[in-house]
């Protein structure tokens, strides 16, 4: 898929755990691991302004557009 989940490395720059995340924003560990590892198919709008509330950042630092990747079979 052409877009890059970038969330590892805004929690690596907010110095703050997966799990304590995903406490913060109401989401289970688990799915929060989807997300974070790109093998989520949707994301709720609520969950975007969420993440970026409790990590300060916009959504352009979380969601990346790589044109031209080639998607999985």
């Known amino acids: 898929m052409p877009i890059i ?27 929060l691991s989807v997300l974070k590892n790109g093998r989520a198919k949707a994301l709720r709008l609520t969950t975007l302004d969420a993440i970026c509330k409790h990590l300060h950042c916009q959504p352009g630092d979380i969601l990346e557009y790589v044109n031209g990747k080639e998607e999985d079979a």
Not at 5 to 31: H, P, Y
């Open 5 to 31: 989940i970038n969330l590892d490395v805004m929690l690596a720059k907010r110095k703050m755990r997966s799990n304590e995340l995903a406490a913060k924003i109401g989401i289970t560990e688990q799915n």
